[in-house]
């Protein structure tokens, strides 16, 4: 990944404001994601840098969780990398149905469903010497024209009569007689 | 980063209204408030989210948490939100079915 940011924070709770914060503050650059969509992204981001730094916690590791941010032309693709001991996402257990009162019992869990949902794709690659999550946002094509057109949204209107006759009258006045 | 938890009493319901981004490092301050108020006999419960800026899953679990411990006693514990995109999270996880999520406090309380 050819990445524009990289972050590598302590695997500590009160730093995942801080990878929310540069993530969407990066994503929010672009006029092709909505604000709808950066938010999708934050909370994805949120989701995955708390699973890293769960997992370093259970694998009793100091190392940094790194987040990388690569800013493409149709997308932008997140990889969040941890040292923990790794998980295979495929056997993860299913929480019982919402009208199921045993579903009180579950607190947890809820993160990858909720990646999985927000983001327009998710590569899970794991193994015992760690996890990384590269999820992708796609972005819609803007029209180049209309893109143009908004760089020329003045907040004034230029009367362009108005201009010529000025001109022309002091053409006129500057003209030796 | 900034949490605000504030407890009224509105007709015998405990309101609490969450200011802020609930998360990993927050959400364990709305937990112990929510036990609190358990303990201090409070089972009729109104989280007020109007005023949170970000919640996650962590947040949604310290709630579901919060549900299961007042309906062990026999009360509730309801939501009032009604920002897009914190209801968001409640709905692509299904528990737009589990909690009762009001627009108001007046209507949360009395429910």
Redesign the interface.
């Known amino acids: 990944m050819d990445s524009a940011i990289e972050l590598e924070i302590p695997a500590r709770p009160e730093y995942v404001a801080l990878a929310r914060l540069v993530v969407s503050s990066l994503a929010s650059t672009r006029r092709d994601l909505t604000d709808d969509r950066v938010d999708d992204l934050k909370v994805a981001v949120s989701e995955a840098c708390t699973n890293a730094i769960e997992a370093h916690h259970s694998a009793d590791s100091n190392d940094s969780v790194v987040i990388r941010c690569a800013e493409l032309d149709d997308r932008i693709e997140i990889e969040i990398e941890d040292r923990g001991r790794g998980f295979d996402p495929d056997t993860l257990p299913q929480h019982p149905p919402v009208t199921d009162p045993d579903r009180l019992n579950f607190e947890r869990g809820l993160g990858l469903p909720l990646i999985r949902t927000l983001v327009d794709d998710v590569l899970i690659d794991s193994s015992g010497n760690g996890t990384k999550v590269t999820m992708s946002m796609r972005c819609l094509a803007v029209d180049p024209r209309a893109a143009r057109d908004d760089d020329l949204d003045f907040d004034f209107e230029l009367d362009l009569d108005a201009v010529m006759e000025g001109s022309d009258r002091r053409g006129a006045e500057e003209l030796p007689s | 980063?900034e949490l605000d938890l504030d407890v009224t009493e509105q007709n015998g319901v405990a309101v609490l209204a969450v200011k802020g981004?609930v998360?990993?490092?927050t959400a364990p301050r709305l937990r112990e408030k929510l036990v609190e108020l358990v303990t201090q006999g409070k089972h009729r419960i109104v989280v007020n989210l109007e005023g949170v800026e970000?919640l996650?899953?962590?947040g949604?679990?310290?709630l579901?948490?919060g549900?299961?411990r007042v309906?062990s006693h026999n009360g509730d514990l309801s939501l009032v939100c009604t920002q897009?995109?914190i209801l968001?999270?409640f709905e692509?996880?299904?528990?737009t079915?589990?909690f009762s999520i009001h627009d108001t406090v007046d209507a949360a309380v009395a429910e």
């Open positions: 980063m981004e998360d990993v490092y970000f996650d899953s962590t949604l679990g310290v579901v948490g549900l299961k309906r897009h995109r968001k999270v692509i996880t299904g528990l079915k589990v």
